[in-house]
């Protein structure tokens, strides 16, 4: 049974892409983070509309993916390395480099809902660097989040976008174990 309500956000996990010289795209094995706060992300993509014998003749959208922010309690240094291409020394100080380029990653992750925990992935990721912030403490200690922007756009290889999956599919269980690709129905 579908959902109909959704709230909450769990599991995030990210997974570097490597390109291949043909065009090929591969994912490393999902690496969990922990501490996801919140998500927000709006589509990306203008919509044409042509106008032809005093109406709307045609109107197509263009799906560019889309663009927004991931929340965490903290952004991890393994994210920062693996992606961010931050440097960690031989002493154990991590330095972040601004000649390197970050890398493009899968983003998987899961909502929560009334029936079920629907689980999601974006193909296509590039992140900003985390903002550095933090308060003096008072009578009480509030905690500081770490907020990355991204963009998820078209995969490469395939154009897919994102994927979900809802409990009961034979690919659930296993969604965090190796980023899911599509594969074409057979035709009959």
């Known amino acids: 049974m579908a959902n109909k309500i959704k709230y909450g956000l769990k ?47 045609y109107t197509e959208s263009a799906n560019d993916g889309y ?23 031989a002493n154990g100080v991590l330095f972040e480099d601004s000649n390197v380029t970050p890398k493009n990653f899968a983003v998987l992750f899961e909502f929560s809902g009334d029936k079920n925990a629907v ?8 992140a900003s660097r985390p903002n550095l912030e933090s308060s003096s403490t008072t009578n009480t200690k509030e905690p500081v989040t770490e907020t990355i922007s991204i963009v998820a ?31 074409a129905p057979v035709e009959e």
């Open 11 to 57: 599991n995030v996990h990210y997974a570097v892409i490597t390109e291949g010289e043909n065009g090929s795209v591969t994912y490393d094995t999902p690496v969990k983070i922990p501490g996801a706060v919140s998500m927000s992300l709006s589509a990306r993509g203008d919509r044409t509309e042509f106008y032809a014998d005093d109406q709307l003749y």
């Open 67 to 89: 663009e927004g922010d991931l929340e965490f309690a903290l952004i991890p240094d393994a994210f920062k390395k693996d992606v961010l291409g931050y440097k960690e020394d």
């Open 153 to 183: 756009s078209p995969a490469p290889d395939t154009g897919m976008v994102k994927a979900k999956v809802e409990q009961g599919s034979a690919k659930y269980e296993n969604w965090y174990q190796q980023v899911y690709t599509y594969v």
């Open 119 to 126: 689980r999601h992935i974006l193909y296509n990721v590039n």
